[in-house]
């Protein structure tokens, strides 16, 4: 049974490390949390060597004091395993934890995540380290719950130690029983790869062209993450043996080459993320109209995917920056606000920010805190006093309740882990993952990020009108036959082009695309081509008008006497044929594109599908996100998040309460620059 975030209210809280301070500022630093209404405390993550000074010497005073005196405050804390940071004695004795690039350079102490997870040695000293927590703050009135370990796979995401490349051979042999049956997996008869003992085998080294065996590849993905959850596992299972249901345990992050999925379902009560929107100033999403700080609202219905109600551990509360790398702004006037409830409205029931206090010293001096070096009054402390007052208002009413949406855009990892290497299928899928998110975004339609696996079912999909499966180029025939099954159900499954060419080991099928979704389709595709880096996209005829396809092109051959073709080719030599085809299905139906999708196709297909907000009594401009939580059977909370530096007028056609003032609102209603509004009402 998993142990629930949701308490009685949302959660506020905020990082604190108190060995970066001296100790007279604790009680102090405590006491400003409880003025803000602050009730969650995180710390510890990075602390090995305050716990363990030496190999095998514990030492708990230090942590015991911080822990006394925020339960003397009223606190409650949640406690980091210290393992992303191993102490400088043990990767010096044991130098054989530390992770090795791909060229056989040796990662060494003076960062943090150097260590690899399939170390045996790194292995019982983590298990050493984590039961002597565990069996100290088991019963200690402030811990509330744990973290193992801080962003896995953050920082580094691919792990070639000696321990790795053994473990990868276990790995393997567990898998395929057979080298006959690895090399079948792997097609090693291409390019003369066969191997003929398991000692040969190794996870990808460098290669001429940089240009590993693709299938060894995926694999080498799928054996990153249950490498990650086996070392997630080990903690895990040390400290639910000493806290029993009596403290929760989760981790935080979303980073490559991990199924957070499956290590949530199979570890942890729940899942917590680190929000970081500006890093949308420095990486921002290309395309027409980006979402900048707007785009994280997607990652969060990715979290929200993995825990319909999770805790954000890290919310950004100030300008960003590493002394070498990652130079952010500071968030505007407002920005702070915003984006808490950016957390809050796609299902974060328990909100940290990062950190109470910016460091002093390191390489994260310039990742600022809620509170400056000089530690007087500044306007995010300010900005965070007015978001904890309104939450005193409305967090009982909202937490629990869960975010709502009839349309999800769908994933899986093996097409996130081969669209790495393959660029045939990798980049088209985060441009039309992006392309659909936008259009769903300014027309105001919720969305879900749904993560399918082998294990799917139709009734994990229920609720859903509209899946949309961009690029599934691994696709199976279970698959295939669930969204056959959803679309005779009533529901509408939309593809892109790519689809339903290769099986689970990345290999290709001898059938025409779009393999097992043919019939679904009720096409197939007779000519394709990439859109060369020298070429243009031709255009295409949609409902009388003109929109560009892009990156790829297929032309379809209708092959279902029902199928009705909605667009074609306008130019080149695909001309005047068939690249949207609709085709009923049972009560539903199916579309297939054949090209990627950008914001211009998107927009016409949600026309065209009649798929508008929910919420159709606010009117509102494109630069303010709606979204919804709600419980069952009761009126919907309506977020609505202005993330432009304008003010924006929105019309409810309605009355409704605006939960953070209290007020009656209607009519035409004018939200400032950054501006959040939470309504109460049909
Ligand atoms: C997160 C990490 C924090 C801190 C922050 C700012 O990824 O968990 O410890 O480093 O980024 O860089």
């Known amino acids: 049974m998993k142990k629930s975030l949701v308490n009685q209210t949302i959660q506020l809280g905020v990082c604190y490390y108190p060995e970066h301070w001296n100790e007279e500022l604790w009680e102090d630093d405590f006491k400003r949390m409880k003025d803000l209404n602050f009730s969650v405390v995180r710390m510890a993550e990075f602390a090995w060597s305050i716990f363990e ?375 088209l899928e985060q441009k039309s993952v992006m392309a659909w998110f936008k259009a769903l975004q300014y027309n105001h339609v919720p969305v879900d990020a749904f993560y399918l696996s082998q294990d799917t079912s139709i009734n994990d999909l229920e609720g859903y009108k509209v899946l949309i499966y961009p690029h599934p180029t691994i696709l199976t025939e279970e698959t295939a036959s669930l969204l056959q099954e959803f679309a005779e159900q009533g529901g509408t499954v939309i593809f892109g082009c790519r689809t339903g060419y290769k099986n689970l080991d990345g290999q290709c099928y001898m059938k025409p695309f779009p393999g097992p979704v043919s019939s679904l389709c009720g096409v197939t595709v007779e000519d394709f081509s990439l859109v060369g880096p020298y070429e243009n996209a031709p255009s295409i005829q949609m409902d009388g008008e003109q929109l560009s396809a892009d990156s790829f092109i297929e032309a379809l051959k209708v092959e279902s006497e029902e199928a009705e073709v909605i667009a074609r080719f306008a130019e080149g030599y695909m001309s005047e044929k068939p690249v949207l085809v609709k085709n009923p299905v049972g009560k539903g139906a199916s579309y297939y594109y054949g090209s990627t999708f950008t914001l211009g196709t998107a927009e016409k297909l949600l026309s065209l599908l009649n798929i508008s907000t929910p919420i159709d009594w606010v009117k509102a401009p494109e630069a303010v996100e709606i979204a919804i939580r709600k419980k069952e059977n009761n009126q919907p909370f309506v977020f609505l998040l202005n993330y432009s530096n304008q003010e924006q007028e929105i019309t409810l056609l309605q009355e409704a309460t605006n939960m953070l003032t209290g007020d009656r609102v209607s009519g035409s209603v004018v939200m400032e620059a950054y501006g959040v509004m939470v309504l109460e009402g049909k």
Not at 231 to 241: F, G, M, P, V
Request: aromatic share 14%; hydrophobic share 35%; net charge negative.
């Open 53 to 427: 000074p030496e190999e095998a010497q514990f030492s708990f005073e230090f942590f015991d004091r911080v822990l006394d005196l925020a339960h003397q405050y009223g606190l409650k804390v949640v406690l980091g395993t210290p393992t992303a940071t191993p102490p400088a004695w043990l990767t010096y004795k044991y130098p054989e934890v530390l992770n090795v690039s791909q060229e056989g350079v040796q990662y060494q102490h003076g960062q943090r995540r150097h260590y690899n997870y399939n170390s045996p040695i790194y292995q019982e000293l983590s298990a050493r380290i984590v039961e002597k927590m565990a069996e100290h703050y088991k019963s200690h009135p402030a811990v509330i719950g744990w973290q193992i370990d801080n962003e896995l796979n953050c920082e580094i995401n691919v792990f070639y130690s000696e321990a790795d490349h053994t473990a990868f051979r276990s790995w393997v042999k567990n898998k395929y029983d057979s080298l006959e049956k690895l090399n079948q997996a792997w097609g090693t008869v291409f390019w003369n790869q066969t191997y003929t003992e398991w000692e040969q085998v190794h996870l990808t080294r460098p290669t001429v062209s940089d240009s590993p065996n693709p299938h060894q590849a995926l694999d080498e993905k799928r054996f990153i993450s249950d490498s990650a959850i086996s070392y997630a596992e080990l903690q895990e299972k040390i400290i639910r043996k000493h806290v029993g249901d009596k403290q929760w345990v989760t981790t935080n992050g979303l980073f490559g080459h991990l199924d957070n999925h499956k290590m949530t379902d199979e570890l942890l009560d729940f899942f917590a993320y680190d929000s970081y929107p500006n890093f949308s100033t420095i990486y921002p999403d290309t395309g027409e109209k980006p979402l900048l700080d707007r785009k994280w609202s997607w990652n969060l219905s990715t979290v929200r995917s993995i825990s319909p109600n999770f805790a954000v551990f890290e919310q950004q509360s100030g300008p960003g920056g590493w002394v070498n790398r990652m130079e952010q702004p500071s968030p505007k006037p407002g920005q702070m606000r915003l984006w808490t409830y950016q957390s809050i409205a796609n299902g974060a029931d328990m909100v940290l920010y990062f950190r109470w206090r910016t460091a002093t010293m390191g390489t994260e001096i310039y990742w600022h805190g809620l509170n400056d070096y000089h530690n007087q009054p500044n306007r995010r402390i300010k900005e965070v006093s007015q978001i904890s007052e309104e939450l005193q208002k409305i967090g009982e009413k909202i937490a629990g309740s869960t975010y709502k949406a009839e349309v999800a855009i769908l994933k899986d990892y093996e097409n996130e882990w081969d669209g790495e290497l393959d660029l045939w299928h990798g980049p």
